[in-house]
C-alpha cells in the first residue's frame, strides 16, 4: 500500500516587581555543559509512549525509543517530523543518556530541597537529594551574562504548581537551563516553564502549560494537555514594544503614513511627519518613554544577538522557504524577491534572523508567511544599515543598530526598531499585528460543532453550518442569507478552517493581561489575555485610534459572558472584521445585548434572546444555540488572500518488482479566495519534499524516489460564488520539486472564490517497496511513501 500525505497547515509588558532571595553556585563553561547532540532538534522525546489530547503544539521533532507508541496527533501539530522507534529516535536517545549522565555527574556547589518557589537562582549547578516542588514563580538570572548556564540535579521527582512561571533574566537564555530529574516530573495547568527537561521518568504537562525547551525521558511516557513546547520564546521587547517606529537620532516620515503604535526617539528629539502621517499611538521626542523604551529595545537586540543559532544563512535568501529557528549571518543578507516563512501548522513558531550586517531588500519583494506563521513572531536584529525597497511586503519587527530606511509604499506588518540610527518611512502602512484568517469559515455566520438549534425569528446574513454533528434545527422560523451546511462536505472543510483560525489566536503573543469584568473600560488595539473567566457588564469601546488595520484579539482561557443590554462598540475607524474572540469555555451572550466580533469557540456558545452581532459565532466542539437574533457578517478586511489545500491518499498498487506502478487520487476541492478588492493578480505556487518511506522496524534506513516521480495536475478551475468568471485564470500541470512552482494563477480582476480538484500521480519504479514486517511477504502493510506538499499563495 503506498499512501502519500500532505501537510496543509497553512508590546506593553505588565511586570509585578517581586523581592526574591538570590541563591548562587558555582558557574560553568559551555566546554563542560550538558550537549544534547542527536536530541537536539526534538521537542518532545520518550522512552516508552507520547500520549496528547487537545490542541498541542510541538515546535521541533517528535519521538520514542525503545517505544513506537505516539497518540494525539491531530489534533495536536507537530511542526517537525515524528520517530516511532527508528533510527533517529534511537540516536537521539542515546545522546540523552549522554547529556543525562553529563548533567548528573557536574559537580555542585549549591543544595536546594523541598519547595523552591519564589526564588531567584544566578548561574550554577544546584542539587536536590530528594523530591522538589515549585510551588511560585523563580527567576533565572544570568546578570548581563546570556553565555552562563543553570543545571538543576533533581535525585527524585519535581512537580509544579499551576499557573506557575518560570523567568529568564539578565540575558539568561533557554538553550542554557537544564533540569536533570531522576524521578516524575508533573507540571500544573498554565505552567510557563524553561529549559531543557532530561529526565528518567514520566513527564505531564497540564492543561495549556507551555514549556520553551525541550522535554526528553530516557523510560517514561510523555502526557500533554493542549500543551506548548517550543525551542524558543519571542524577544522580549519590554516597553519598545508599544512603538511602531522608535529611533535613536531622529525619526523623519513623509506622506500619509498609517503606524498602529507609537512612535519615538532618544536620546534624540527630531521628530517629523505626523501630520500628514497618522498614529494610533502616541508621540515621544525624547522623553522619559522613548528613553525606557531605548534601555528595553538594548536588552532586546542583546538577547537577540545571544540564542543560540540554529542555521547559517548568507547572501540573497530569494526562493528560500524556511521553517521557524535561528539563523545567523556573518555578513549582509539581500532579498530581492520572495522569501517564505512556514509555521509547519503552528502559530508558535520563532524566527530570529541573527544579521551582522546590512539588510537590503529590493523593490517588490516580498516575505510571505504561511502554514501560521505570524509577524508577532518574526525578528530581525541586524547590526548594519536596513533598506527595505519601495512597494515590498516586509513581516516582522526589526532590531536594528542604525539607520533603517522604509521605501514608499512599503507593507509593513512589525516594527522598526533602531537603537543609535535614523527611521524614515515614506507613506508606509505599518501595523504591528495581523488578523486571525478564517479561511472557509469566514462565509459563516455561525458554525456549530456538535449543533446548532434556533427558536424565533433569527436573522442570519451568511452561511449557517454544522460538523461533525448533524442537527441544525430552527430553519425557519429562522432564515438564512447564504447557504445552509448540515454535516456536508462544505461544513467540514470550514470546521477545519476555523480549528487553524483558533490555534493562529490562541498562539499570538498577548500585549496585556485583562480579568474580571471589562465592562466600562475602553481598549485600544492589541492581543489581551484573560486567564480566567471573563464578563461583560455593561459597555465595551474598542477604540481603533483612527487606524483601520487596528487588531483587537481577546483569549479567553475559561468562559466568556455577556450581560443582558450590555454593549461591545467600535470608535475611531475600529472594524468588526478586526475583532476576535478565542474562547476556550463556554461562551453565554446575555439578552438584548450588542456583540461585535468573531467568536473563535472551543466550546458551547449560547446566544440570548434578541442578540444584535456584527460578527460570527463559531464553535469548534460544542452547540450553537439561537433565540430570535440578528447576526450581520462582516466581510474579512480588503486585502484578505487564502488557500486551503487538501491531504491526498494515493490509492494501492501491487509492487511486483518488474514494472512500474503508478499510484494515484484526485483530491476534493482545493479553494484560492480572494477578498482584497485590489484587482491584482495572484499565484498559488506549490513545493514537495521527495516521497520518502521512513524507516521500519526491520528495514531500519530511510528510502526516497527522485523528485520526478511526483506530479500534480491542477484539472479544470471553476468560480465558486460567480459561475462562468474565470476567463484569465490559469492552470499548470507541474511535477514538484522543493522550488516552489506555480499550479493556478489569475491575471487579475478575480475577486471571490475559485476551485478546483487537483489529480496527484506517484510513479513507482521496480523494486522500491519497503518491507516493514518479517516473515511471510503481504503479511502486514508496507511503509508508506510520504511527501510533504506546501502551497504559497501571494
Known sequence: MIRLLSLVLSTAIVVSTLTMPSLTARAISSSTAPDLGAAQTYSVLAGTTVGNTGASTIGADLGTYPGTTITGFPPGIVTGNQHLGDNSAAAAHSALQTAYDSAASQPSTALIDGDIGGRSFAPGVYR?????????????????????????????????????????????????????????????????????????????LGANASLVGNALTLNGAISLSSSSIEPQSPIELGTAGDFSALAGSSLINTGPTVLSGNVGVSPGTSLSGFPPGITSGSAHSGDSVAATAQSDLASAYIDAGARVSTAPISGDLSGRILRAGVYTSTSAIQLSTDLTLDGGGSSRGIYIFQINGSLNTSVGSRILLINGAQPSNVFWRVSGQVILGGGSYFRGTIIGSTDILVGANTNLIGRTLSRQGIVSL??????????????????????????????????????????????????????????????????????????????????RTPTATIAGDIGGRT?????????????????????????????????VRAALSTAALSSISLVNGALASNVFWQVT?????????????????????????????????????????????????????????????????????????????????????????????????????????????????????????????????????????????????????????????????????????????????????????????????????????VSIVTYTIN
Open 585 to 785: 469555555g463556554a461562551a453565554s451572550l446575555g439578552a438584548n445585548s450588542t456583540f461585535t466580533g468573531t467568536i473563535l469557540g472551543l466550546a458551547a456558545v449560547s446566544v440570548g434572546a434578541h442578540v444584535d452581532l456584527l460578527g460570527r459565532v463559531l464553535a469548534i466542539n460544542g452547540a450553537v444555540s439561537l433565540d430570535a437574533d440578528v447576526i450581520n457578517t462582516p466581510p474579512m478586511g480588503v486585502w484578505y488572500l487564502t488557500a486551503t489545500i487538501r491531504s491526498a491518499d494515493l490509492s494501492p498498487v501491487i509492487l511486483d518488482g518488474t514494472s512500474t506502478q503508478i499510484a494515484t487520487h484526485q483530491t476534493s476541492e482545493w479553494v484560492v479566495t480572494d477578498n482584497r478588492g485590489t484587482q491584482a493578480g495572484w499565484t498559488l505556487s506549490v513545493s514537495a519534499t521527495p516521497p520518502t518511506s521512513p524507516a521500519g522496524t526491520v528495514e531500519k534506513n530511510t528510502r526516497s524516489l527522485a523528485v520526478g516521480k511526483l506530479s500534480i495536475d491542477p484539472g479544470p478551475v471553476a468560480a465558486r460564488d460567480r459561475p462562468g468568471s474565470i476567463a484569465g485564470i490559469h492552470a499548470n500541470k507541474i511535477t514538484p520539486s522543493g522550488v516552489p512552482q506555480a499550479l493556478v494563477w489569475s491575471d487579475g480582476t478575480h475577486t471571490g472564490s475559485y476551485t478546483f480538484n487537483p489529480t496527484f500521480y506517484l510513479s513507482i519504479p521496480p523494486n522500491t517497496f519497503r518491507s516493514n514486517f518479517s516473515g511471510t511477504p503481504g503479511a502486514s502493510p508496507l511503509t508508506p511513501y
Open 128 to 204: 536536590a537529594g530528594a523530591a522538589i516542588t515549585v510551588s511560585s514563580n523563580i527567576v533565572l538570572d544570568a546578570a548581563g551574562d546570556p553565555g552562563s548556564y543553570f543545571i538543576f540535579q533533581v535525585d527524585a521527582a519535581m512537580s509544579v504548581a499551576v499557573s506557575v512561571r518560570v523567568s529568564l533574566r539578565g540575558g539568561a537564555q533557554s538553550a542554557h537551563v537544564f533540569w536533570q530529574v531522576n524521578g516524575a516530573v508533573s507540571m500544573g495547568a498554565s505552567v510557563h516553564f524553561v529549559g531543557s527537561i532530561l529526565g528518567n521518568a514520566a513527564i505531564t
Open 426 to 507: 515614506r507613506t508606509s502602512p505599518l501595523s504591528t499585528d495581523a488578523p486571525v484568517a478564517l479561511g472557509l469559515a469566514s462565509t459563516y455566520s455561525v458554525l456549530g460543532g456538535a449543533s446548532v438549534i434556533n427558536s424565533g425569528a433569527s436573522t442570519l446574513q451568511g452561511d449557517i453550518g454544522v460538523s461533525p454533528g448533524t442537527a441544525l434545527t430552527g430553519f425557519p422560523p429562522g432564515s438564512v442569507g447564504g447557504s445552509q451546511h448540515a454535516a456536508d462536505y462544505d461544513a467540514a472543510r470550514a470546521q477545519e478552517d476555523l480549528y487553524t483560525a483558533y490555534t493562529d489566536a490562541a498562539g
Open 523 to 555: 481598549l485600544v488595539p492589541g492581543v489581551y489575555l484573560s486567564g480566567a473567566a471573563l464578563t461583560i457588564s455593561t459597555s465595551l469601546v474598542l477604540d481603533g485610534l483612527n487606524n483601520p488595520n487596528a487588531i483587537f484579539i481577546f483569549q
